[in-house]
Protein backbone atom coordinates (compact mmCIF):
# COMPACT_ATOMS: atom_id res chain seq x y z
CA UNK A 1 0.00 0.00 0.00
CA UNK A 2 1.68 3.38 -1.37
CA UNK A 3 1.13 6.56 0.71
CA UNK A 4 0.86 10.01 -1.22
CA UNK A 5 1.15 13.62 0.72
CA UNK A 6 -0.17 15.95 -2.14
CA UNK A 7 -1.36 20.01 -2.56
CA UNK A 8 -5.07 19.53 -2.72
CA UNK A 9 -5.17 20.98 -6.14
CA UNK A 10 -3.80 17.73 -7.76
CA UNK A 11 -6.32 15.79 -6.38
CA UNK A 12 -8.78 15.02 -9.04
CA UNK A 13 -5.47 13.70 -11.38
CA UNK A 14 -4.02 11.97 -8.36
CA UNK A 15 -7.54 10.19 -7.83
CA UNK A 16 -7.87 8.91 -11.55
CA UNK A 17 -3.78 8.14 -11.32
CA UNK A 18 -3.29 6.30 -8.22
CA UNK A 19 -7.46 5.02 -7.23
CA UNK A 20 -5.95 2.50 -4.60
CA UNK A 21 -3.32 4.38 -3.04
CA UNK A 22 -3.77 6.10 0.32
CA UNK A 23 -4.02 9.69 0.06
CA UNK A 24 -3.18 12.57 2.15
CA UNK A 25 -3.68 16.27 1.16
CA UNK A 26 -2.21 19.96 2.30
CA UNK A 27 -4.43 22.79 1.33
CA UNK A 28 -2.65 24.92 -1.47
CA UNK A 29 -3.33 28.67 0.01
CA UNK A 30 -0.11 28.03 2.73
CA UNK A 31 2.06 28.23 -0.73
CA UNK A 32 -0.05 30.52 -2.86
CA UNK A 33 1.18 33.55 -4.71
CA UNK A 34 0.81 35.94 -5.52
CA UNK A 35 -2.17 36.48 -2.98
CA UNK A 36 -0.17 35.81 0.01
CA UNK A 37 3.81 34.91 0.74
CA UNK A 38 4.14 31.51 1.72
CA UNK A 39 3.90 30.28 4.97
CA UNK A 40 6.66 27.54 4.66
CA UNK A 41 6.98 26.49 8.25
CA UNK A 42 3.07 26.32 8.53
CA UNK A 43 2.93 23.97 5.32
CA UNK A 44 6.02 21.80 6.89
CA UNK A 45 4.34 21.07 9.96
CA UNK A 46 1.16 19.70 7.92
CA UNK A 47 3.44 17.90 5.29
CA UNK A 48 4.61 16.15 8.60
CA UNK A 49 1.89 15.45 10.08
CA UNK A 50 -0.03 13.77 6.82
CA UNK A 51 3.53 11.57 6.58
CA UNK A 52 3.29 10.79 10.10
CA UNK A 53 -0.88 9.99 9.91
CA UNK A 54 -0.11 7.91 6.59
CA UNK A 55 2.65 5.29 8.16
CA UNK A 56 0.25 4.85 11.50
CA UNK A 57 -1.59 3.45 8.99
CA UNK A 58 0.71 0.77 7.39
CA UNK A 59 1.92 2.31 4.09
CA UNK A 60 5.20 0.82 2.26
CA UNK A 61 6.29 4.23 1.27
CA UNK A 62 5.14 7.35 0.99
CA UNK A 63 5.67 10.04 -1.66
CA UNK A 64 5.43 14.07 -1.60
CA UNK A 65 4.06 16.30 -4.44
CA UNK A 66 4.25 19.96 -2.72
CA UNK A 67 6.16 22.73 -4.63
CA UNK A 68 7.93 24.66 -1.73
CA UNK A 69 11.14 23.71 -0.81
CA UNK A 70 11.73 25.43 2.26
CA UNK A 71 8.76 23.61 3.55
CA UNK A 72 10.27 19.92 1.88
CA UNK A 73 13.21 20.68 3.75
CA UNK A 74 13.62 18.29 6.98
CA UNK A 75 10.46 16.21 6.07
CA UNK A 76 11.12 12.35 7.43
CA UNK A 77 9.71 9.17 8.10
CA UNK A 78 10.40 6.98 10.65
CA UNK A 79 9.83 3.48 9.23
CA UNK A 80 9.32 3.23 5.35
CA UNK A 81 11.14 5.18 2.18
CA UNK A 82 10.59 8.59 1.57
CA UNK A 83 10.07 10.08 -2.40
CA UNK A 84 9.86 13.98 -2.48
CA UNK A 85 9.60 15.51 -5.65
CA UNK A 86 11.02 18.72 -6.37
CA UNK A 87 10.56 19.51 -10.18
CA UNK A 88 7.40 21.72 -11.54
CA UNK A 89 5.08 22.97 -9.33
CA UNK A 90 1.29 22.07 -9.57
CA UNK A 91 -0.11 23.92 -12.39
CA UNK A 92 3.10 23.82 -14.67
CA UNK A 93 3.16 19.50 -13.95
CA UNK A 94 0.18 19.75 -16.47
CA UNK A 95 2.00 22.12 -19.37
CA UNK A 96 2.73 20.13 -22.13
CA UNK A 97 5.17 22.08 -23.69
CA UNK A 98 8.61 22.76 -23.66
CA UNK A 99 10.52 25.35 -21.06
CA UNK A 100 10.26 28.73 -22.37
CA UNK A 101 11.05 30.88 -19.60
CA UNK A 102 14.04 32.71 -18.00
CA UNK A 103 14.36 29.97 -15.39
CA UNK A 104 12.97 27.39 -17.02
CA UNK A 105 9.51 27.95 -16.65
CA UNK A 106 6.59 26.38 -18.98
CA UNK A 107 4.13 29.18 -17.85
CA UNK A 108 3.66 32.40 -19.84
CA UNK A 109 3.83 35.62 -18.47
CA UNK A 110 1.05 37.94 -17.80
CA UNK A 111 -0.80 34.82 -17.79
CA UNK A 112 -3.03 33.54 -15.31
CA UNK A 113 -4.06 29.37 -15.43
CA UNK A 114 -6.65 27.46 -14.08
CA UNK A 115 -7.02 23.79 -13.55
CA UNK A 116 -10.21 22.07 -12.44
CA UNK A 117 -8.35 21.32 -9.07
CA UNK A 118 -6.84 24.63 -8.45
CA UNK A 119 -10.46 25.72 -9.19
CA UNK A 120 -12.59 23.77 -6.49
CA UNK A 121 -9.90 24.06 -3.76
CA UNK A 122 -7.87 27.11 -3.98
CA UNK A 123 -7.60 30.24 -2.68
CA UNK A 124 -7.53 32.54 -5.75
CA UNK A 125 -7.70 36.22 -6.16
CA UNK A 126 -11.31 36.08 -7.31
CA UNK A 127 -12.60 34.20 -4.60
CA UNK A 128 -10.48 36.59 -1.82
CA UNK A 129 -11.92 39.77 -3.89
CA UNK A 130 -15.71 38.19 -3.57
CA UNK A 131 -14.93 37.85 0.07
CA UNK A 132 -14.08 41.75 0.95
CA UNK A 133 -16.56 43.14 -1.76
CA UNK A 134 -19.03 41.07 0.55
CA UNK A 135 -20.37 38.92 -2.33
CA UNK A 136 -18.99 35.33 -0.86
CA UNK A 137 -22.05 33.35 -0.31
CA UNK A 138 -23.47 33.93 -3.81
CA UNK A 139 -19.85 32.40 -4.78
CA UNK A 140 -20.35 30.04 -2.66
CA UNK A 141 -23.72 28.62 -3.54
CA UNK A 142 -22.86 28.42 -6.77
CA UNK A 143 -19.61 25.78 -5.81
CA UNK A 144 -22.45 23.92 -3.86
CA UNK A 145 -24.92 23.63 -6.67
CA UNK A 146 -21.61 22.51 -9.03
CA UNK A 147 -20.78 19.71 -6.18
CA UNK A 148 -24.29 18.55 -5.69
CA UNK A 149 -24.35 18.24 -9.52
CA UNK A 150 -20.86 16.23 -9.20
CA UNK A 151 -19.98 13.88 -6.41
CA UNK A 152 -16.73 13.73 -7.44
CA UNK A 153 -15.93 17.43 -6.90
CA UNK A 154 -13.97 18.43 -3.68
CA UNK A 155 -14.45 22.12 -2.70
CA UNK A 156 -12.07 23.29 0.04
CA UNK A 157 -11.33 26.53 -0.03
CA UNK A 158 -14.64 28.20 1.76
CA UNK A 159 -12.80 26.43 4.77
CA UNK A 160 -9.29 28.62 4.63
CA UNK A 161 -9.05 31.38 7.10
CA UNK A 162 -8.18 33.43 4.61
CA UNK A 163 -11.15 33.81 3.27
CA UNK A 164 -12.91 33.64 6.90
CA UNK A 165 -10.11 36.98 7.11
CA UNK A 166 -11.30 38.40 4.19
CA UNK A 167 -14.68 37.76 4.37
CA UNK A 168 -14.98 39.28 8.51
CA UNK A 169 -13.47 42.52 6.57
CA UNK A 170 -15.69 43.32 4.10
CA UNK A 171 -18.49 44.90 6.75
CA UNK A 172 -15.94 47.54 7.45
CA UNK A 173 -13.74 47.87 4.12
CA UNK A 174 -13.03 51.55 3.71
CA UNK A 175 -11.96 50.99 0.10
CA UNK A 176 -12.41 49.57 -3.26
CA UNK A 177 -12.11 45.89 -2.79
CA UNK A 178 -10.07 45.53 -6.12
CA UNK A 179 -7.51 48.33 -4.89
CA UNK A 180 -6.25 45.65 -2.18
CA UNK A 181 -5.02 43.20 -5.43
CA UNK A 182 -4.43 45.04 -8.13
CA UNK A 183 -0.89 45.73 -7.64
CA UNK A 184 -0.51 41.81 -7.75
CA UNK A 185 -2.89 40.73 -10.58
CA UNK A 186 -3.18 43.92 -12.21
CA UNK A 187 -0.98 43.28 -15.33
CA UNK A 188 -2.51 39.66 -15.92
CA UNK A 189 -3.56 39.97 -19.72
CA UNK A 190 -4.89 36.52 -20.06
CA UNK A 191 -6.51 33.36 -18.81
CA UNK A 192 -5.28 29.73 -19.45
CA UNK A 193 -8.08 27.05 -18.35
CA UNK A 194 -5.99 23.61 -18.61
CA UNK A 195 -7.93 20.97 -19.42
CA UNK A 196 -6.42 17.41 -18.01
CA UNK A 197 -10.02 15.87 -19.07
CA UNK A 198 -11.77 16.41 -15.85
CA UNK A 199 -13.02 19.61 -16.22
CA UNK A 200 -16.94 20.45 -16.17
CA UNK A 201 -19.14 22.82 -17.93
CA UNK A 202 -18.93 24.69 -14.17
CA UNK A 203 -15.02 25.14 -14.45
CA UNK A 204 -15.83 26.95 -17.87
CA UNK A 205 -18.19 28.83 -16.49
CA UNK A 206 -15.70 29.70 -13.78
CA UNK A 207 -12.89 30.52 -16.28
CA UNK A 208 -15.04 33.13 -17.72
CA UNK A 209 -16.47 34.62 -14.40
CA UNK A 210 -12.10 35.22 -13.53
CA UNK A 211 -11.35 36.42 -17.14
CA UNK A 212 -14.20 39.42 -16.84
CA UNK A 213 -13.29 39.99 -12.63
CA UNK A 214 -9.71 40.73 -14.59
CA UNK A 215 -11.13 42.75 -17.35
CA UNK A 216 -13.66 44.59 -15.76
CA UNK A 217 -13.33 44.42 -11.75
CA UNK A 218 -9.72 44.95 -11.49
CA UNK A 219 -8.58 47.98 -14.07
CA UNK A 220 -8.32 51.17 -12.15
CA UNK A 221 -10.75 52.90 -15.06
CA UNK A 222 -11.59 51.56 -18.36
CA UNK A 223 -11.60 48.01 -18.58
CA UNK A 224 -9.24 45.99 -20.28
CA UNK A 225 -8.36 43.09 -22.91
CA UNK A 226 -8.39 40.11 -21.14
CA UNK A 227 -8.22 36.90 -23.06
CA UNK A 228 -9.55 33.35 -22.26
CA UNK A 229 -8.55 30.15 -23.91
CA UNK A 230 -8.39 26.35 -22.82
CA UNK A 231 -5.22 24.51 -23.28
CA UNK A 232 -5.10 20.64 -23.52
CA UNK A 233 -2.87 19.31 -20.55
CA UNK A 234 -0.72 16.60 -19.63
CA UNK A 235 -1.02 14.35 -16.95
CA UNK A 236 2.13 11.84 -17.74
CA UNK A 237 4.69 13.99 -15.46
CA UNK A 238 2.63 13.37 -12.73
CA UNK A 239 1.61 9.60 -13.22
CA UNK A 240 5.89 8.84 -13.35
CA UNK A 241 6.11 10.69 -9.91
CA UNK A 242 3.65 8.64 -8.64
CA UNK A 243 3.71 5.47 -10.24
CA UNK A 244 7.32 4.90 -10.83
CA UNK A 245 9.13 7.56 -8.92
CA UNK A 246 13.14 6.64 -9.27
CA UNK A 247 12.48 6.90 -12.63
CA UNK A 248 12.39 10.70 -12.27
CA UNK A 249 15.41 12.55 -11.76
CA UNK A 250 13.70 15.49 -9.41
CA UNK A 251 12.56 12.85 -7.10
CA UNK A 252 14.52 12.35 -4.09
CA UNK A 253 14.22 9.09 -1.92
CA UNK A 254 15.64 9.14 1.10
CA UNK A 255 15.41 5.84 3.73
CA UNK A 256 13.29 6.18 6.82
CA UNK A 257 15.23 8.47 9.72
CA UNK A 258 16.73 10.49 7.04
CA UNK A 259 15.70 14.18 6.74
CA UNK A 260 15.25 15.76 3.05
CA UNK A 261 18.11 18.24 2.63
CA UNK A 262 17.96 21.42 1.33
CA UNK A 263 17.43 21.52 -2.17
CA UNK A 264 20.73 22.63 -3.69
CA UNK A 265 20.96 26.12 -4.89
CA UNK A 266 17.88 27.29 -2.81
CA UNK A 267 18.44 30.07 0.14
CA UNK A 268 16.99 28.92 3.09
CA UNK A 269 15.60 31.49 5.30
CA UNK A 270 12.78 34.38 4.33
CA UNK A 271 12.23 33.93 0.79
CA UNK A 272 10.55 37.04 -1.23
CA UNK A 273 8.46 36.21 -4.12
Not at 116 to 143: M, T
Amino acid sequence: MHGIVACETLYPEIRRIAPDAVVAYVPQWYHEFPIHAPESETAHELLQERIDELESQGVESVTVVYHDPAALEGLQTESVPLSVYRGRDCIELHLDRKPSGPGGERKNGGTYYLTRGWIDVAVDSYKVFNAYAGKLNDLVERFEEAERADPDMRVSWTESEKIERAAARSEGMGTDPAKLLRQVIGTYRHVVLIDTGLLRPFHHEYAERFRDFLANDIPDGDPVAVSLTVEAGTTEPLEAILTAPTSVSEVLTVEPGTPVPAEPGFRTGPQHP
